[in-house]
């Protein structure tokens, strides 16, 4: 059981929400390569001082993660990833609910 109850249209698939099934995209040419080798270098320096828990660590970007990545990179590329998501549903409005640096 969950603590939320079901949002129609939003929650993972059920019967009761009758929502489609929850999946993954990818969406190609969101960063450039050197927004990418940028990340990549961000991230390997963040997460070296992370504990580890398991084979995946993660980092929450929020104000705790600015000293340790590129806030406007980071933000930038958290808009264009929005953004897209929002096109690719025709145009729908999109908020910001929070991300994982994996």
């Not at 929850?22 to 270098?41: H, I, L, P, S, Y």
């Amino acid at each position: 059981e969950h603590v939320y109850s079901p949002i129609e249209g939003c929650s993972a698939s059920n019967a009761m929400t009758k929502a489609p099934p929850c999946g993954r995209w990818e969406k190609e040419n969101v960063a450039t390569k050197d927004e990418v080798a940028a990340m990549q270098t961000n991230m390997l320096k963040a997460f070296q001082h992370l504990f580890h828990s398991g084979p995946m660590t993660s980092l929450a970007v929020d104000s705790s993660a600015w000293p340790l990545i590129s806030k406007t990179l980071t933000q930038d590329l958290l808009e264009r990833s929005r953004q897209a998501v929002s096109d690719a549903l025709g145009g729908i409005d999109l908020f910001f609910s929070g991300a994982l640096l994996v």
